[in-house]
């Protein structure tokens, strides 16, 4: 069984009503200060000096609402390092995807595309059973949900909503990571406030956007403050623990908003991704594979990378069942304009696969140019789909390679398979999406 990644301690400050866990990610003098206030505030609560503790109060939101958005991390469940995830002992990465949830009020909403005899006793808790199941038999270190998490059209609540749609992953206490799709806005929320919510989930490594504060050196003039878009971020898996990459990033996950509907009034059809966010990435990529070849522990490779978002590529209908594993029985639904994605893919050099979903009963996998891109299938009972073809799931596995008799190196191969919403939670499709030494 895989180690989970340690968590922090989520109990919540009862006289603020704030996470105990409150983490202040940037400048250490400012970290100090607000963590200083904030013993100050409660110190003076206890000698009733309510005045005084009124004052540093409003001190402290001073300093929150100064600070920068993306460089304040708040999550009751940060790791040791604040979104850097790491390697099990046994030189495993599981991640779980889960697309197209399309969660909406519960018990009191009705299952589509399922068998006559299914349907009384259908609803979304249905999605949040199967989700349950998966996370048991899987045991994954992070699931990534690639967005339409909701179905906006028919939530009361959107709030409410993601709160039950996440709330398998939370109750796990599993690190978990979103994107959104082109439904989950479609309520009373827009885009930016629906991930300002993910953010603050318990558990979540989700973030609203690039922290350009924290993570760009500023001397070769990038700058990434007007990145388009909500919920263009990446996360870090480092080596296992004891080996000599425990401390740096081994494998690479990119997670990108994909937008929901085109944005140009003359041109219809789905959302792309931007030049700003490529740039971004690109940008990321560079970095981290500059830090993997330096010292500390330099390598003589880069590390792979991972990319998550919602609406495929258009290069996806390239792929006929000649050259791809697992089913095509829809069109693709991609926009109706090529951004040029893949070929900035291409360039960064490191992204070996790209997962998506939005097209639910497509679910397969195949390669473009040196890239997988892989379908995921459609995972909620709220949204349409195929009766009698089972709801499914992505499971994507990075193995380490061996180094000695107890030690290990970087990424080895990274594998895929998909489970089936059956009796047997069947595994189907598995595969190699990449290796060290293909």
């Known amino acids: 069984m895989d180690t989970m990644p340690t968590l922090w301690n989520s109990t919540k400050v009862a006289w603020l009503g704030w996470p105990a ?64 995830l790491q390697f099990s002992h046994n030189g495993r990465f599981k991640i779980l995807q889960v697309a197209d949830m399309h969660y909406a009020n519960g018990a009191e909403t009705a299952c589509e595309d399922v068998l006559p005899n299914q349907f009384a006793s259908c609803s979304d808790l249905n999605t949040t059973t199967f989700l349950n199941r998966m996370i048991e038999a899987e045991k994954p270190d992070l699931i990534v949900f690639t967005g339409d998490n909701i179905y906006g059209l028919d939530v009361k609540d959107p709030v409410i909503s993601l709160n039950a749609a996440f709330a398998p992953a939370v109750n796990a206490k599993i690190p978990w990571a979103a994107v959104l799709g082109n439904h989950d806005q479609e309520s ?86 931007k030049a700003s966010q490529q740039v971004w990435l690109k940008h990321v990529s560079e970095k981290l594979q500059d830090a993997y070849r330096s010292t500390p522990a330099a390598q003589t490779v880069s590390p792979p990378g991972l990319a998550y978002f919602h609406i ?52 397969f996998c195949g390669a473009v140019h040196g890239i997988s891109l892989c379908y995921a299938g459609g995972f909620g009972y709220h949204a349409y789909g195929k009766a009698g073809w089972a709801r499914r799931a992505r499971v994507v596995l990075a193995s380490l390679e061996k180094v000695g008799s107890d030690s290990w190196g970087g ?28």
């Open 312 to 363: 495929p590529l258009p290069e996806v209908d390239t792929l006929e069942a000649s050259n791809s594993t697992g089913v095509k029985q829809e069109g693709i639904s991609s926009a109706s304009i090529n951004s040029g994605f893949l070929a900035t893919l291409l360039e960064a050099g490191d992204v070996k696969a790209a997962f998506t979903g939005h097209d639910h009963v497509n679910d």
């Open 21 to 84: 866990s409150l983490m202040f990610v940037g400048p250490s003098q400012t970290m100090n200060m607000r963590l200083s206030v904030l013993e100050m505030a409660k110190e003076m609560m206890k000698k009733k000096m309510a005045w005084v503790a009124l004052a540093m109060a409003m001190l402290l939101l001073l300093l929150l609402l100064t600070a920068s958005p993306s460089s304040l991390f708040v999550a009751s469940a940060a790791q040791q390092l604040p979104g850097l």
């Open 188 to 273: 009373t929320l827009t885009r930016a406030e629906l991930m300002s919510h993910i953010v603050t989930m318990d558990y979540t490594l989700s973030r609203l956007n690039p922290d350009v504060a924290s993570e760009f050196d500023h001397s070769d003039g990038q700058l990434f403050n007007n990145v388009d878009g909500y919920g263009n971020y990446n996360l870090e898996v480092a080596g296992a623990a004891g080996s000599e990459l425990e401390k740096k990033s081994v494998l690479n996950l990119y997670f990108v908003d994909s937008g929901d509907y085109s944005t140009i009034p003359s041109l219809g059809g789905y959302g792309w991704i």
């Open 411 to 438: 990424v080895e191969k990274i594998t895929t398979w998909k489970r089936l919403d059956d009796q047997q939670l069947s595994t189907i499709d598995l595969e190699v999406l990449w290796s060290k030494t293909s």
